[in-house]
């Protein structure tokens, strides 16, 4: 009657794109929100993200990631505090410290977004990129991984 699925164990939600996996997992069929309290594990076709606690919209395809947020592909590994990710759009959103790092060097910022399919890269609040050949500091920071195009601006320090 609640339509509310309280799920616990060896828990798998898959859709056309993703399978999270978790020990527990509360799903209100009627807003479509998933959440997962205990930690859990994103995986699509490019990238795998793991979280100590989260939530799903099953309509958007967004996630809110809380706690020891990782998302690993081949371009890199993202760790943050909480991050927002569409699994349609691949976009990873964060609003709190973040670090990226990848084979070209390692990047810091508070706030972002970062295209996990195109590569590109925007972000604001200080941003630092570290590579063995230099660190280069802005206010804000633009990068795109394929063209390897980087833009600083405000206050840059290299």
Same mark, same amino acid.
């Given at each position: 009657?609640?339509r509310?699925?309280?799920?616990?164990?060896r828990?798998?939600?898959?859709?056309?794109?993703?399978t999270?996996t978790t020990?527990?997992l509360?799903?209100?069929?009627?807003s479509g929100?998933?959440?997962? &309290? =205990? &930690?859990?594990?994103? !995986?699509? =076709?490019?990238?795998?993200?793991?979280s100590?606690?989260?939530?799903?919209d099953?309509?958007?395809?967004?996630?809110?990631f809380r706690?020891? !947020?990782r998302?690993?592909?081949? =371009? %890199?590994?993202?760790t943050a505090? @909480?991050l927002l990710?569409?699994s349609?759009?691949?976009? $990873?959103?964060f609003?709190? &410290?973040?670090?990226?790092?990848? =084979?070209? %060097?390692v990047?810091?910022?508070?706030?972002?977004?970062?295209?996990?399919?195109?590569g590109?890269?925007?972000f604001?609040?200080r $941003?630092? !990129?570290?590579? &063995?050949?230099?660190r280069?500091? %802005?206010?804000?920071l633009?990068?795109?991984n394929? @063209?390897e195009? %980087?833009?600083?601006?405000?206050k840059v320090?290299?």
């Open positions: 009657n609640t509310q699925a309280n799920l616990r164990g828990v798998t939600m898959r859709d056309r794109k993703m999270l020990s527990q509360d799903y209100d069929m009627i929100m998933a959440r997962y &309290p =205990k &930690p859990g594990r994103i !995986v699509d =076709k490019e990238n795998t993200l793991t100590r606690e989260g939530d799903y099953t309509r958007s395809k967004q996630f809110f706690q020891n !947020v998302l690993v592909n081949t =371009k %890199g590994t993202l505090d @909480s990710y569409n349609n759009t691949r976009l $990873a959103t609003q709190g &410290p973040t670090r990226i790092t990848n =084979k070209d %060097g990047l810091t910022a508070v706030a972002g977004q970062y295209n996990t399919t195109t590109i890269s925007n604001q609040r $941003a630092t !990129v570290e590579t &063995p050949k230099y280069l500091t %802005g206010d804000s633009y990068y795109d394929t @063209s195009l %980087g833009i600083a601006k405000g320090v290299m």
